[in-house]
């Protein structure tokens, strides 16, 4: 499955921005979605995701502050993320996953800077 990503830039603190996330093919709808972010000389960590089943899960830096949904009928899955923070500067990536297989999408850089 290929994974296009859209959505981030350049917003100051307290702002909004929202990710979206689409992918190609027939099989969305079998897929755990979610999405990591990486900062240089970081391990990529996972913010949030999305099961098959719209059951979803936050890491604890983001939970309260974003929402994680998808739309099966679009293939989209879109993060929605509010109260930016600095510390939320981060390339974001979208993943799909179906068993062991993960795919990437090609990351968007969030910064969150006045």
């Known amino acids: 499955v290929q994974l296009q990503a859209s959505g981030g830039g350049l917003v100051q603190p307290g702002g909004s921005l929202k990710l979206s996330c689409t992918a190609s093919g027939s099989i969305f709808r079998f897929l755990d979605m979610g999405w990591s972010r990486q900062v240089p000389g970081k391990q990529r960590e996972l913010v949030a995701s999305?099961?098959?089943?719209?059951?979803?899960n936050y890491a604890d830096s983001v939970q309260g502050r974003s929402t994680i949904s998808r739309d099966d009928a679009k293939n989209t899955v879109t993060l929605q993320m509010n109260s930016l923070k600095p510390e939320d500067t981060a390339v974001y990536y979208c993943?799909?996953?179906?068993?062991?297989?993960?795919?990437w999408g090609q990351g968007t850089q969030v910064t969150v800077s006045s």
């Open positions: 993943y799909g996953e179906f068993g062991s297989s993960r795919s």
């Open positions: 999305v099961s098959r089943f719209s059951v979803t």
